[in-house]
């Protein structure tokens, strides 16, 4: 399922005027005797985006996602000056959960097959975490 995302990763965002220039996938690590992992990180200077990528989006994982976005900057120092945003990708939605993930501030990314698209409305502003 990620790699469906990542290949349009960079362009999806820099249609949102976000202008990544590469992504990493499935970063782990440890922080505090804690395991974490991010599935897409997409990266440019000053700026990441952060996707947590499910088969089927509930709220339970949205926010989950959104808890482990406020602790990014802290187990990943390398990102501590950046603005960070976070992104949910999906195949399947279920309880309104694409709804509340951008009412969360979340780039919204459903997967249609063999592409992509961010599905957030035109007046969307993501959150910076």
């Known amino acids: 399922m990620e790699s469906l995302i990542e290949g349009d990763l960079i362009k999806l965002l820099k249609d949102k005027n976000i ?29 990441i985006v952060i996707v947590e990528v499910k088969t ?4 339970k994982y949205v ?7 406020k602790k990014a900057k802290e187990r990943m120092k390398e990102y501590e000056n950046f603005n960070i945003y976070g992104g949910v990708a999906f195949l399947r939605s279920e ?13 919204v990314i459903r997967s249609t097959g063999n592409s992509a698209h961010i599905i957030n ?6 959150h910076i975490f």
């Open 95 to 107: 309880e309104e959960s694409a709804k509340y993930a951008e009412s969360m501030g979340l780039f």
């Open 56 to 59: 089927t989006l509930r709220v």
């Open 63 to 69: 926010n989950k996602f959104v808890e482990d976005l």
């Open 19 to 47: 202008a990544v220039h590469r992504v990493s996938s499935r970063i782990h690590g440890i922080y505090d005797n804690q395991e974490y992992e991010y599935d897409l990180i997409a990266h440019n200077g000053n700026e």
């Open 121 to 126: 409305a035109d007046s969307f502003e993501p």
